[in-house]
Nanobody, 119 residues
């Protein structure tokens, strides 16, 4: 599975951005997808996750009510709509896809896209 992110950039505080993650390859093996971010000097953290059917989502407390994760399985693409951005949202955002069974798990990562929020 290959993952390619796009949509990052520079935005002022209070603005919006939409990230996209296009998946290719053995996408049938993906059970769940998510967005992670890593700010300078900090550990990578989960931002939001979504199940394969899109029926279940999960958000970090810091982004609840501001970010929305979604996916279009027909296009093999996942999105992260980010509204009311804050300077503390500045980070490299990574797309993640996971396939798992009762005794195995495999994860795939994109190359990351930079999001910078100016105050």
């Amino acid at each position: 599975v290959q993952l390619v992110e796009s949509g990052g950039g520079l935005v002022q505080a209070g603005g919006s951005l939409r990230l996209s993650c296009a998946a290719s390859g053995s996408t049938f093996s993906i059970n769940a997808m998510g967005w992670y971010r890593q700010a300078p000097g900090k550990q990578r953290e989960l931002v939001a996750a979504i199940t394969s059917g899109g029926g279940s989502t999960n958000y970090a407390d810091s982004v609840k009510g501001r970010f929305t994760i979604s996916r279009d399985n027909a296009k093999n693409t996942m999105y992260l709509q980010m509204n009311s951005l804050k300077p503390e949202d500045t980070a490299v955002y990574y797309c993640n896809a996971a396939g798992y069974g009762s005794s195995w798990r495999v994860e795939y990562w994109g190359q990351g896209t930079q999001v910078t929020v100016s105050s």
